[in-house]
T-cell receptor, first 113, second 112 residues
């Protein structure tokens, strides 16, 4: 298995533009989590899915953020419109039951200018 | 709200020395995880602790879990430079929400 695959690895965009981050989890894993990492706030849980169903999106900072998981092998995190304060590294993590050990993707470094 | 706190936040230590990183959490849980992150890299799983009293060891690192005290420790024995990284603990509450919350992280620097 290639592990968790995120794309793009780096994204530079202008304020106001729409940004879509993508994640392909490990096959057979039941849960998928999206995190945001910054120096100031550490690792923040944004949203997570169990069996493709969103369970808790209370960490999504604003309505500008949305996430979907249309099937077991793909998830997206969308920011529309983007703002400079959204600049961060965004990770998705694929998690199997029952160990619940998280396997992280390489992350997407987002810079909004 | 579940809170996961680590201390210290920063740790600078000499090679060959021993030290312990602490992870405290605020709710009932019997699942705790330790991860390592190198600068500019992703997080890598180190230990999975799934019961009270669990102890795991890998090389110079040993992790333990005390669910009654809501405390996990990551002990470093005879530190070497290659252990320099940021270490995170993460907790999944027993409430059944499966909300995976990470601690603040401990940035470890081992000096030669």
């Amino acid at each position: 298995d290639a592990g968790v695959i995120q794309s793009p690895r780096h994204e530079v965009t202008e304020m106001g533009q729409e940004v879509t981050l993508r994640c392909k989890p490990i096959s057979g894993h039941n849960s998928l989590f999206w995190y945001r990492q910054t120096m100031m706030r550490g690792l923040e849980l944004l949203i997570y899915f169990n069996n493709n169903v969103p369970i808790d999106d209370s960490g999504m900072p604003e309505d500008r953020f949305s996430a979907k998981m249309p099937n077991a092998s793909f998830s997206t995190l969308k920011i529309q419109p983007s703002e400079p304060r959204d600049s961060a590294v965004y990770f998705c993590a694929s998690i199997p039951i029952p160990t619940y050990e998280a396997f992280f993707g390489q992350g997407t470094r987002l810079t909004v200018v | 709200e579940l809170k996961v706190e680590q201390n210290p936040l920063f740790l600078s230590m000499q090679e060959g020395k021993n030290y312990t990183i602490y992870c405290n959490y605020s709710t009932t849980s019997d699942r705790l995880y330790w991860y390592r992150q190198d600068p500019g890299k992703s997080l890598e799983s180190l230990f999975v602790l799934l019961s009270n009293g669990a102890v795991k060891q890998e090389g110079r690192l040993m992790a333990s879990l005390d669910t009654k005290a809501r405390l996990s420790t990551l002990h470093i024995t005879a530190a070497v430079h290659d252990l320099s990284a940021t270490y995170f603990c993460a907790v999944v509450p027993s409430s059944g929400t499966y909300k995976y919350i990470f601690g603040t992280g401990t940035r470890l620097k081992v000096l030669a």
